[in-house]
Nanobody, 120 residues
Framework: VQVVESGGGLVQPGGSLRLSCAAS????????MFWVRQAPEKGLEWVSA????????RYADSVKGRFTISRDNAKNTLYLQMNSLKSEDTAVYYC??????????????WGQGTQVTDSS
């Protein structure tokens, strides 16, 4: 199993970034997928989730209306469009697979993460 995040970087408050996650080694099209983040000196925070069929998405209150999760099952790729970024969005962002075939928020695979940093 391999999960590789990309797209992070330095961004000014109010800016945008698009994160990508390339997955392999499991049936991506059957998995609930998540974006999870960890800010400096803080614990993991669930950010967003998407059902395998893309017809259900969920967001943490802290990002609702600013972030959009999507997926391309043909490319085994997960995305996170982040707009109106705030300094508190600074974190390492991880792509994670749910352990079960429903939204359990228990993850069995995740990548090494991609850093998003406020440049101000």
């Amino acid at each position: 199993v391999q999960v590789v995040e990309s797209g992070g970087g330095l961004v000014q408050p109010g800016g945008s970034l698009r994160l990508s996650c390339a997955a392999s080694g499991f049936t991506f099209s059957s998995a609930w997928m998540f974006w999870v983040r960890q800010a400096p000196e803080k614990g993991l925070e669930w950010v967003s989730a998407i059902k395998f069929s893309s017809d259900v998405t969920r967001y943490a209150d802290s990002v609702k209306g600013r972030f959009t999760i999507s997926r391309d099952n043909a490319k085994n790729t997960l995305y996170l469009q982040m707009n109106s970024l705030k300094s508190e969005d600074t974190a390492v962002y991880y792509c994670a697979k749910d352990k079960y075939y429903y939204c359990s928020t228990s993850w069995d695979y995740w990548g090494q993460g991609t850093q998003v940093t406020d440049s101000s």
